[in-house]
């Protein structure tokens, strides 16, 4: 099974403009790119900060007995209970390895991380990304959410290098 890592940074690698939840910040290639690839996965995996910024179409997408598995990394997945959908809307304090075999076991075979920092971080520092692909936004913040929450030492070796419009870059990375 493949994991791997979707995230839209601005140049100085933040995944939030300020403190504003969601990356409305991202151009519209990258909407349009992202959109069209989210489809070739069928599992995707996020924290809950990021699940909540994006409750609502992703709540009504998990009522569609057809949808694909949406799984939300929380310390407290009971408080979520009332959302949770087996198989298409599922809240989980296990740990990402686990998580990993277990629905790998269920025959997913390609599986997207959607983050956020938090959870970038998690999966990079437990090394379970196999590829993570970053759409490089040709803007400055200052602030927000670093898009690997906590310390790490990490090479990546760069594998290929795409533009999605004059100003976008889609750049994918193997971790060493
Ligand atoms: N630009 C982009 O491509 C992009 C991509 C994704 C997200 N975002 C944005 O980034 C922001 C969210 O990033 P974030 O770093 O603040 O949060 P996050 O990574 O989305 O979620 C953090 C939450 O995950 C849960 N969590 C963390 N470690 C865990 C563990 N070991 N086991 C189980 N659960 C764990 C905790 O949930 P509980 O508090 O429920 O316990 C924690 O509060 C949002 O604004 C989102 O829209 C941007």
Excluded: C
């Excluded at 740990?95 to 959870?119: F, K, N, S, T, Y």
């Amino acid at each position: 099974m493949e994991v791997i890592g979707i995230v839209a940074i601005s140049l100085d690698g933040f995944i939030t403009q300020g403190n504003k939840p969601g990356s409305a910040f991202t151009s519209a290639a990258d909407k349009v790119w992202f959109s069209q690839i989210l489809e070739t996965f069928s599992a995707h995996l996020m924290g809950s900060v990021t699940f909540e910024a994006e409750r609502e179409p992703i709540t009504r997408a998990a009522r569609n007995t057809s949808s694909k598995l949406r799984l939300v990394f929380t310390r407290s997945p009971r408080k979520y209970h009332s959302l949770a959908k087996p198989g298409r809307l599922e809240f989980t304090d296990e740990h990402p390895a686990a998580v990993l075999r277990r629905i790998r076991d269920q025959g997913h075979e390609r599986v997207a991380l959607l983050g956020g920092g938090q959870i970038y971080g998690l999966f990079l520092r437990e090394n379970l990304l196999d590829e993570l692909w970053v759409t490089l936004e040709a803007r400055v913040f200052g602030t927000g959410t670093p898009v690997f929450a906590g310390e790490h030492r990490k090479n990546l070796n760069l594998i290929e290098v795409a533009n999605l419009d004059p100003n976008t870059l889609l750049l994918k990375y193997k971790p060493e």
